[in-house]
């Protein structure tokens, strides 16, 4: 299982050297754009920018990357950090009928058949319990994935 944030790249400000995003090839191509002049990119991910899973060529991205993990590095599942960004539609409304991504990844011979679990929110949704499109997916709550890694470090939780 790994866990996987594949809804933003790095941000803006932590970029001290050549390009480390898209925007250098296509901004538009490839994050959610805003109409706030003095905040360009939509900011469903906390980063400010939210990669545009409206965009095919952003979803082949995904797949392409996903398939590589399964094959060459033998990952039997994935955590999706953020999902709902992946039924965002291009002005960043939701998508509760048919997000692209969730049947893309559902039709793939090699990757319909892993373990698929979301945190089915982002800045702007909170969808879990509440018709997240991925319908074979996994949810799991923040509180749930506060405690399982605490207990994978090592660790104990101390009250409720």
Same mark, same amino acid.
């Not at 996903?66 to 993990?69: K, N, T």
């Not at 960043?92 to 998508?95: E, F, T, V």
């Given at each position: 299982m790994s866990c996987l944030t594949?809804?933003?790249t790095t941000p803006a400000k932590e970029i001290t050297g050549g390009p480390s995003s898209y925007k250098g090839f296509d901004s538009a191509?490839?994050?959610m754009i805003s109409s706030d002049p003095a905040s360009p990119y939509a900011n469903y991910s906390g980063t400010g920018n939210t990669l545009n899973?409206?965009?095919a060529h952003v979803r082949q991205l995904v797949m392409d990357s996903?398939?590589?993990?399964k094959k060459e590095m033998h990952v039997d599942g994935f955590r999706f950090d953020l999902a709902s960004v992946?039924?965002? *539609?291009?002005d960043?409304?939701?998508?509760w009928g048919h997000a692209p991504i969730f049947s893309e990844i559902a039709a793939d011979p090699e990757l319909g058949k892993l373990r698929l679990i979301a945190e089915p929110w982002d800045t702007g949704a909170y969808q879990l319990g509440r018709g997240f499109p991925g319908i074979t997916?996994?949810?799991? *709550?923040g509180r749930f994935r506060d405690d399982l890694r605490r207990f994978v470090k090592?660790?104990?939780?101390n009250g409720p």
């Open positions: 594949l809804c933003t191509g490839y994050y899973f409206g965009q996903l398939r590589y993990w992946f039924s965002r *539609n291009e960043g409304s939701l998508n997916w996994l949810q799991w *709550n090592g660790g104990c939780r």
